[in-house]
């Protein structure tokens, strides 16, 4: 069965703390692995997509990278603005299975 | 371009009444999907669409929702009898193909009382 796990649950962070965010994977058949941030009340917007091992992807103070298993998603010097929900996901076929996400709260 | 747009924000209703969700998908996107998400949960596909004939709807639950997306644009999902499990935000995306990624919308913020 595919599967999406995300690690941790929540992550609180002092502003310039960096730290990395985990998502490992079971799929037959991947399509693509994809990263959203989440702000409360808005639906998920969309940061990067991986697909295959090795790949990596940089947005601002955001890197994700890509193995055969997981996927990390680095937050280098964050700020409090970065404060969101990461919501990881694959895709298999052409559905998109979501992981449960990591609550980031980053601190002034 | 405009984005996914989704109606309404919020609803409460009392469980056992019926409650309707509408989506209006980006111009042009062949590809829309409901999911749902409950609260400290990821988004769970209920229904896909490509054009308006439906690809997925495996995890929708038939006895009480049903969806529809008439002419391949607007779709509405519609949850009857409500029960107080289906309390959720209901997301709304789009995609231009299988091989692009998605576009949500907002979401409908559903509270069964």
């Known amino acids: 069965e595919d599967q999406v796990t995300q690690s941790p649950e929540a992550l609180r962070l002092q502003e310039g703390e960096s730290s990395s965010l985990n998502c490992s994977y079971t799929?037959?058949?991947?399509?693509?692995l994809f990263w959203y941030r989440q702000d409360p009340g808005k639906g998920p917007e969309f940061l990067f997509t991986?697909?295959?091992a090795g790949e990596e992807k940089e947005k601002e103070r955001l890197k994700a990278t890509l193995t055969k298993k997981e996927s990390f998603l680095h937050i280098t010097a964050p700020k409090p603005e970065d404060s969101a929900t990461y919501l990881c996901?694959?895709?298999?076929?052409?559905?998109?299975?979501f992981g449960t996400g990591t609550r980031l709260q980053v601190f002034p | 371009e405009a984005g996914v747009a989704q109606s309404p924000r919020y609803k409460i209703i009392e469980k056992r009444q019926s409650v309707a969700f509408w989506c209006n998908p980006i111009?042009?996107?062949?590809?829309l999907y409901w999911y749902q998400q409950i609260l400290g949960q990821g988004p769970k596909l209920l229904i896909q669409?490509?054009?308006?004939?439906?690809?997925?709807d495996s995890q929708l639950p038939k006895d009480r929702f049903s969806a529809e997306r008439l002419k391949g644009v607007d779709s509405t999902l519609k949850i009857q009898p409500a029960k107080l499990e289906d309390s959720a935000v209901y997301l709304c995306?789009?995609?231009?193909?299988?091989?692009?990624?998605?576009?949500f919308g907002s979401g409908t913020r559903l509270t069964v009382v």
């Open positions: 995306a789009s995609s231009p193909g299988p091989n692009y990624g998605y576009t």
């Open positions: 799929v037959s058949g991947l399509r693509g």
């Open positions: 991986l697909y295959s």
């Open positions: 996901a694959v895709r298999n076929t052409d559905k998109l299975i």
């Open positions: 111009s042009g996107h062949a590809t």
């Open positions: 669409f490509q054009n308006n004939g439906v690809v997925d």
